[in-house]
């Protein structure tokens, strides 16, 4: 896990770089997805040469460190796709533009308001449904 922290060290690092020395949000966000998608290929291959993996660690791994990366690259994505689509006419246009995909997110997060908040709580009583490869429960995830 120790190779793994160090991709997610090397990733907020690039990260930051890029933050500081790029221009344009649609230039930051094209780079820092091929950076966090570069750290997710690497985190693959370390789990990939793994022989044995134990339950604790899984757990682990898909309930700390995959989403730590996962997120950014969720967030630049969607800010990538908001940006380059986003229309160049009136600022009520763009505000309407910019509405709708909130209300969009916050329909996606009601939705999913139960698992984020057992997930920010950092509860651990259904770790072995929500982050063990192989368990898919139906009523946990309906959709």
Known sequence: MKKIEKIIIKLNADLDVIEKETDGVLEKA?????????ALKQIKLILLTKKVVFQKQEIYFFKKFKPHIFS???YFTKLF???????????KSQIKYFNQH??????????????YHYYRRDSIFLDKEYFIRGKVNIRLFPD
Do not use: H, M, V
């Open 30 to 38: 094209e780079e820092s997805i091929k950076i966090a998608q570069k």
């Open 72 to 74: 950014k690259l969720i």
């Open 81 to 91: 796709s908001i940006e380059s689509r986003r229309p160049r006419g009136s600022n």
């Open 102 to 115: 909130i209300d969009r997110l916050q329909n996606y997060f009601n939705e999913n308001l139960e698992f």
